[in-house]
């Protein structure tokens, strides 16, 4: 054969084995209505996809192509968002309503296309309508190409998913239209979750409400941690054993070994688990973390718990020995929250140098925390004549969504008019102590409801520093950004100094990630490149505080060809009722 020919066949094999390894990943959800009893509660109808909580785990490769045909049979307007995925080129896919896209209404559906090139580790899926991703939620899970031996660290023998949820004894959207009529906060959580299930330290647990994951001796485990919870961040621990965080937010990291994972609500963390312990039975706990003790609002200070299950712990003299629990941290244990949050670093992979853009377009300094504001015209049951009632913003901007138009509808058609403006503040409107006494003063917790964009140029490069505030409570926020995913530079307590913390940037192999946990009372900097035209969703993961207003939107502009510019609408995409 001569060379020309060798040539040609080898780029033939080389194109089929390229195409063989991307696949399109095709999945149905059916959005209705579900029959479940826990906590010993009469039978409570809830929101679920295809009859499961949570619902199911999406498996894919780098690169391959996912289709999930939504179904609505619901009584509820819903919507889906695939949480961390960048979606490049399919910004109406990415699912907030009245952002990206309106409601699919009871009986309607649409059908979810998206790409996951370039993005491996778990990330998960959820509702993004009301308090419905309380029950509707699953893992996405985006294995290499190569499959499981492309892993940057050892094989694991095995892989379970572990999410982490809430639970009420209530219809979470009744709880959330209530919330927003009067003006006063949903309550908490009755129980939190492990796979959908409380566990053994609930009143009236029941062994089919404990989730159990068997294990060999010595095996070595991927645990991929998902908090889908609604308002609190959790502690996470295995009784006798140690983890080795690989990855946090589909983003690799350098190993980091912990005997506890702390996950905000929206993150996501990729722990490797060898199973070294004595054959037995041992508790997986989730524990929440609160933040804003002594002045927060109140939280359900109670432990979810599933079982680590040898295998050969089925024998007698084994199976009714109690699981060991492992000490639970102090609820408002901090130090070992900023440890863990700041203690990860990235894994630089080739010898490639870190992406981290070094040159900045444009700063932002943007307050986020609790507030008040006077009741909207809408809150048909809040009381005008009391006090103002709870809000919360971003800049003082306390965010409304549009009613009738998407925000990427506007902005594709280029008629902003009535829907949004391009107004958001690159800076608080008043300098004071954020963390300090002076959050005290009324004036300043006062704020207004508004639909303010940040417009970017397309490649635009940001620094964005994040600046807790003690308005109402100083706590931990988690800000989640749509579309992107950003390194964390630095992150401290108190009020930002520019000329100390930079002193403490890590330009070198800064973590990277799509949600990130301000300490409480605390700043963060975060810095991303704009390089993905569209509208895209900036909040807080506490649910109770996204319908406050601790939101905003960033506006991306088209870049100059048309790969970089945000493409017509699909054909079945959901209108306005």
């Known amino acids: 054969m001569s060379l020309h020919w060798s040539l040609l066949l080898f780029i033939a094999i080389a194109l089929v084995s390229s195409v063989a390894q991307a696949a399109v990943v095709e999945h149905t959800f059916n959005v209705g209505n579900f029959s479940i009893s826990q906590l010993c509660q009469p039978p409570l109808i809830i929101t679920a996809v295809n009859g499961q909580l949570p619902g199911p785990t999406i498996y894919a490769r780098e690169g391959d192509t996912v289709v999930v045909h939504l179904v609505n049979t619901s009584p509820y307007s819903m919507t889906?968002?695939?949480?961390?995925?960048?979606?490049?080129?399919?910004?109406?896919?990415?699912?907030?309503?009245?952002?990206?896209?309106?409601?699919?209404?009871?009986?309607?559906?649409?059908?979810?296309?998206?790409?996951?090139?370039?993005?491996?580790?778990?990330?998960?899926?959820?509702?993004?309508?009301?308090?419905?991703?309380?029950?509707?939620?699953?893992?996405?899970?985006?294995?290499?190409?190569?499959?499981a031996k492309a892993y940057p660290f050892p094989k694991p023998d095995k892989e379970h998913v572990v999410i982490l949820g809430e639970w009420w004894n209530a219809t979470v959207y009744?709880?959330?239209?209530?919330?927003?009529?009067?003006?006063?906060?949903?309550?908490?959580?009755?129980?939190?979750?492990?796979?959908?299930?409380?566990?053994?330290?609930?009143?009236?647990?029941?062994?089919?409400?404990?989730?159990?994951?068997?294990?060999?001796?010595?095996?070595?485990?991927?645990?991929?941690?998902?908090?889908?919870?609604?308002?609190t961040p959790l502690f996470f621990k295995v009784a006798k054993h140690r983890l080795t965080v690989v990855g946090a937010d589909?983003?690799?990291?350098?190993?980091?070994?912990?005997?506890?994972?702390?996950?905000?609500?929206?993150?996501?963390?990729?722990?490797?688990?060898?199973?070294s312990a004595a054959v037995g039975r041992y508790y997986m706990a989730a524990s929440p973390y609160d933040s804003a003790i002594p002045q927060g609002p109140p939280f359900?200070?109670?432990?979810?718990?599933?079982?680590?299950?040898?295998?050969?712990?089925?024998?007698?003299?084994?199976?009714?020995?109690?699981?060991?629990?492992?000490?639970?941290?102090?609820?408002?244990?901090?130090?070992?929250?900023?440890?863990?949050?700041?203690?990860?670093t990235a894994l630089l992979r080739h010898g490639k140098p870190s992406a981290v853009p070094l040159a900045v377009d444009t700063h932002m300094y943007v307050t986020v925390g609790l507030g008040v504001s006077l009741c909207q015209p809408e809150q048909l049951l809040c009381n005008r004549s009391a006090p103002p009632v709870f809000s919360s913003s971003m800049n003082n901007a306390s965010f409304v969504v549009p009613k009738?138009?998407?925000?990427?509808?506007?902005?594709?058609?280029?008629?902003?008019?009535?829907?949004?403006?391009?107004?958001?503040?690159d800076t608080p409107p008043?300098?004071?102590d954020y963390t300090g006494d002076e959050s005290d003063n009324a004036t300043m917790q006062f704020t207004t409801k508004s639909t303010k964009v940040k417009t970017l140029r397309y490649n635009e490069t940001v620094e964005m520093v994040l600046q807790n505030t003690r308005l109402i409570a100083k706590e931990s926020h988690p800000m989640h950004i749509h579309g992107f995913n950003f390194f964390i530079l630095a992150q401290g307590f108190g009020n930002y100094d520019k000329r100390r913390a930079e002193r403490r940037f890590n330009l070198v192999d800064p973590q990277e990630r799509n949600t990130i946990a301000v300490p409480t009372g605390g700043w963060a900097v975060i810095r991303f490149v704009a390089d993905n035209p569209g509208m895209?969703?900036?909040?807080?993961?506490?649910?109770?505080?996204?319908?406050?207003?601790?939101?905003?939107?960033?506006?991306?502009?088209?870049?100059?060809?048309?790969?970089?510019?945000?493409?017509?609408?699909?054909?079945?995409?959901?209108?306005?009722s």
């Open 250 to 275: 589909a983003c690799y990291t350098k190993p980091y070994k912990t005997d506890v994972v702390v996950v905000s609500p929206g993150q996501t963390v990729d722990a490797l688990m060898v199973a």
């Open 80 to 147: 889906l968002h695939w949480h961390g995925v960048l979606q490049r080129g399919t910004p109406w896919a990415d699912g907030p309503a009245m952002v990206t896209q309106c409601p699919v209404q009871p009986g309607g559906n649409y059908t979810y296309r998206f790409n996951v090139d370039g993005q491996e580790g778990t990330l998960w899926w959820h509702a993004h309508v009301s308090f419905h991703r309380a029950t509707v939620y699953g893992a996405l899970v985006i294995r290499p190409r190569g499959g």
């Open 536 to 576: 895209w969703y900036m909040h807080c993961h506490f649910d109770a505080h996204i319908s406050l207003g601790l939101a905003m939107v960033l506006e991306v502009l088209d870049g100059p060809t048309p790969e970089t510019s945000v493409p017509p609408p699909p054909a079945d995409l959901p209108r306005c």
């Open 430 to 432: 008043v300098v004071f």
């Open 300 to 344: 359900s200070d109670t432990t979810a718990t599933a079982i680590l299950q040898y295998a050969g712990a089925r024998r007698k003299t084994v199976r009714w020995r109690p699981p060991v629990l492992p000490r639970r941290p102090p609820v408002n244990d901090t130090a070992t929250a900023h440890r863990f949050f700041s203690g990860m």
């Open 174 to 231: 009744d709880m959330e239209r209530m919330a927003f009529l009067t003006g006063i906060p949903a309550p908490h959580a009755d129980a939190y979750t492990i796979n959908g299930k409380p566990g053994d330290f609930y009143n009236c647990s029941a062994p089919n409400q404990t989730a159990k994951f068997e294990v060999r001796q010595n095996g070595t485990y991927l645990l991929r941690i998902i908090n889908a919870g609604m308002n």
């Open 404 to 425: 009738n138009t998407s925000l990427l509808e506007a902005h594709f058609r280029r008629e902003p008019g009535g829907v949004y403006t391009r107004d958001f503040p």
